[in-house]
């Protein structure tokens, strides 16, 4: 090795010149000039292009040179090997090329966000590796440090990875078991979680909500009208987050959300009080883009944690955007006569069987829409809240 310099590098003309131990510089009659590394595989004399230079320097060439013969000494063909790397995708892009084919059935972008984030945050030791080259221990050594802190967000992204292997395989770029398979192999080596259970989400006292309205109102924020409407609706922060103008019939105060944003995957529609459709009038004299919660980035919706960020910002505590649902739910339930399957159903709950589903054709839109207006009253602050509109115990779901 070290036959040639920099400056005969340089000045070379037309011919082949070597450098020691299999490595060459070639200078073809065009002047194109490049690296070769030749080397015996089987019996039989191979050369491997190693790149055109000054792309890949005097220095680089030896480097690469020196990998190359290592792997011909442990057994590897260095140009299949090159081919794989060249052709197999890292963890990281396959990852990503996953979740956005699997994205187009998501309901919410907090379901997208979970993914990109476990993905590419807890799974961030995988990344670069080949998806081919990925085994048991680099699985471990991802979920053992979440598997008992953090249990379901470990078997969330155990989940993910298992499907993302799946995929490599399918593809053609992986043959074998999945080393992140649990039945017969991870749940012999991981220790039993406890048993997952979903919890309640933190929600506040509805006694409270009257006074908490009148803060937020305070705000002068997309993200303060997005939260004061979710509080007025009951819905979901991401059927919030998602609604389009579209959606929308203020003229009827009836905004109705389809299915394909929906949790249980039905359309829901939802009766506005005279504030929520304030909110949206309001809204609708500024727009911007298609969504009518709108954010920072052009053609996109607030993010998932802005409204979180809003009760963040005003320190409460023991209280989360999902938690007003329960807040109307017990106020419906303690405060009022509304039927419990009114209440139900202006939570787009799933109502009984599916025997029971099948003959329950209305949605009871018109006594839906007294129940909101009866709870907007009561989040209305000052002398107007307060305000409990009871329905006789006899009203029932048609």
């Not at 309640?200 to 997005?226: I, K, N, Q, S, W």
């Not at 009760?311 to 303690?334: P, Q, Y």
């Not at 329950?360 to 018109?366: G, I, T």
């Not at 006594?367 to 307060?386: I, K, T, V």
Request: charged share 30%; hydrophobic share 40%.
């Amino acid at each position: 090795m070290g036959k040639l310099t920099a400056r005969k590098v340089e000045t070379a003309k037309a011919g082949k010149y070597g450098d020691g131990e299999g490595l060459q510089f070639v200078v073809s009659s065009s002047g194109s000039r490049k690296w070769v590394l030749r080397f015996q595989w089987g019996g039989k004399a191979r050369e491997m292009g190693l790149g055109p230079y000054p792309d890949v320097s005097l220095e680089e060439a030896r480097d690469k040179a020196r990998d190359a013969r290592k792997m011909v000494r442990a057994g590897v063909d260095p140009i299949a090997d090159n081919k794989r790397e060249k052709t197999v995708p890292t963890f990281g892009a396959l990852a990503d090329q996953v979740a956005a084919d699997l994205s187009a059935g998501f309901r919410n972008d907090k379901h997208k966000a979970q993914w990109k984030m476990t993905l590419g945050v807890y799974a961030k030791p995988l990344r670069a590796k080949p998806v081919d080259a990925i085994d048991t221990s680099d699985v471990l050594a991802v979920l053992k440090p979440l598997w008992t802190a953090k249990p379901e967000t470990a078997s969330r992204l155990r989940g993910r990875i298992e499907k993302v292997l799946n995929a490599a395989k399918a593809k053609g770029y992986r043959a074998g078991e999945n080393p992140a398979q649990w039945r017969g192999h991870l749940e012999n080596l991981l220790p039993k979680q406890a048993k997952l259970t979903r919890g309640h989400h933190a929600a506040m006292a509805y006694d409270r909500v009257p006074d908490f309205v009148a803060d937020l109102r305070e705000r002068d924020a997309t993200a303060a009208l997005a939260l004061e409407f979710t509080i007025l609706t009951a819905v979901r922060s991401g059927e919030t987050l998602g609604a389009e103008w579209s959606e929308f019939d203020l003229d009827a105060k009836v905004w109705t959300i389809p299915a394909s944003r929906m949790k249980a995957g039905r359309t829901h529609r939802v009766p506005l009080s005279d504030r929520a459709a304030a909110i949206v009038a309001k809204l609708h004299e500024n727009r911007t883009s298609e969504y009518v919660f709108p954010g920072f980035k052009k053609d996109r919706p607030l993010s998932v944690m802005a409204m979180e960020m809003v009760l963040r910002r005003m320190k409460i505590t023991g209280a989360t955007v999902h938690g007003f649902r329960s807040s109307f739910r017990d106020w419906a339930g303690n405060e009022t006569s509304f039927p419990r399957d009114l209440a139900e159903t202006a939570l787009a709950h799933v109502i009984g069987d599916k025997a029971e589903q099948a003959y329950r054709r209305s949605d009871a839109l018109e006594r839906r829409r007294e129940l909101m207006l009866a709870w907007s009253n009561y989040c209305e602050p000052g002398p107007a809240g307060n305000v409990v509109a009871l329905r006789p115990a006899s009203s029932v779901l048609g």
